[in-house]
């Protein structure tokens, strides 16, 4: 709903072509980034934290969209992705953990569907 509102805002804005793109790499591409801090803190934590850790960011990330809707800012609005993807892209590695190494063997098939979904 974020991605929505976001490029909403920048239609209503007239940003130029070029925001939108931008705006599109900035909400998927950090998701690497998260991906790899993900796996870094699995390494660390149990993958729970890793959870709570990834939620925290993805509230935080609400703040960003929220403040350049108030002040109208294509930039702001640019980096409201940001937030989203890294928190999405640090519970990739613990679902894949909890997919692979927390549920027993008669919940594999489950797992294994929340696994390709959340992919997907």
């Known amino acids: 709903m974020t991605f929505i509102m976001v490029f909403g805002e920048l239609a209503r804005l007239n940003a130029a072509p070029s925001s939108f793109a931008l705006a599109f790499i900035l909400s998927t591409s950090p998701g690497f980034l998260g991906s790899i801090a993900g796996k870094y803190l699995l390494a660390r934590i149990e993958a729970k934290y890793c959870f709570m850790i990834a939620e925290c960011i993805g509230a935080l990330g609400l ?29 990739i590695p613990a679902i894949n953990h909890y997919t692979k190494a927390k549920l027993a063997p008669e919940d594999i098939g489950a797992g294994a569907v929340i696994d390709t979904l959340v992919f997907a």
């Open 63 to 91: 703040m960003v969209p929220w403040y350049g809707l108030v002040h109208g800012s294509v930039t702001i609005l640019q980096l409201a992705g940001v937030a989203s993807s890294v928190s999405a892209g640090i519970t």
